[in-house]
């Protein structure tokens, strides 16, 4: 078995917002052929797959920091359960994805989501998408971890553009399945939490919280 999973280091994370470019560039930007590249109009942060976000208040997880919203992969996804058509499914490696040709654009996926995870550009987009999996005006939008830069099916052993980009070493990505792998490790020495894990969603998507505010830890 293989399960995709990712780590946020707030230890280690500057909040220079590399990883957020790296993902328009990666996921949202389209090529339109006379060497421009395009963005969605207004605050194309909106729609970058992983969102900064500043805490506030006292958040025993990230202690008013900055942290990141993008899809969880939840292990029991909520947009996957309300989904009609089955658009939104789960991988063989856990990953949470949405089937174009099945999407009918009811938005359940959107509303059903507690992260605030998904967002839809309504907007005309120039040029074509990078790749297959890259953001499509009209349907509900979300993190994929990259996997078209590796496998729907096999171990999660691709590097995701915003972990490419982090120069801190803040991101990690790995096989939660793969007890050798450092998202593994980290998992299990208890050094991560998950937002809101009273949900009962099972995110792989981790964050170790600043050293200073250790609260409380939980494991995957």
């Known amino acids: 078995m293989a399960r995709a999973a990712m780590i946020i280091d707030l230890n280690k994370c500057t909040g220079c917002l590399?990883?957020?470019?790296?993902?328009?560039?990666?996921?949202?930007?389209?090529?339109?052929?006379d060497g421009r590249y395009v963005l969605p109009e207004g605050n194309s942060v909106f729609y970058a797959r992983t969102k900064p976000v500043i805490a506030t208040g006292r958040n025993v997880y990230v202690d008013s920091r900055m942290y990141f919203v993008q899809c969880m992969h939840c292990d029991n996804p909520p947009c996957a359960l309300v989904c009609p058509t089955g658009a939104t499914y789960k991988t063989k490696n856990g990953i949470v994805m949405l089937d174009h040709?099945?999407?009918i654009g009811c938005r359940a996926c959107i509303i059903a989501c507690p992260y605030g995870a998904r967002s839809l550009y309504?907007?005309?987009?120039?040029?074509?998408?990078?790749?297959r999996y890259a953001l499509e005006p009209g349907y509900p939008d979300k993190c994929t971890f990259c996997v078209h830069r590796g496998s729907?099916?096999?171990?999660?052993?691709?590097?995701?553009?915003?972990v490419e980009a982090c120069a801190f070493g803040a991101r990690i990505f790995g096989d939660?399945?793969?007890?050798?792998?450092?998202?593994s490790r980290l998992v299990r020495e208890g050094r991560v939490v998950t937002l809101a894990p009273e949900l009962g969603t099972r995110p792989k998507l981790f964050f170790v919280p600043p050293a200073r505010s250790m609260p409380r830890t939980r494991r995957g």
């Open 122 to 131: 309504r907007g005309v987009l120039e040029g074509r998408p990078l790749h």
């Open 176 to 183: 939660l399945d793969d007890p050798s792998s450092l998202v």
């Open 152 to 162: 729907t099916s096999g171990p999660a052993e691709w590097t995701p553009a915003c």
């Open 18 to 33: 590399a990883c957020v470019e790296a993902c328009l560039r990666e996921n949202v930007a389209r090529y339109t052929g």
């Open 101 to 103: 040709s099945k999407c």
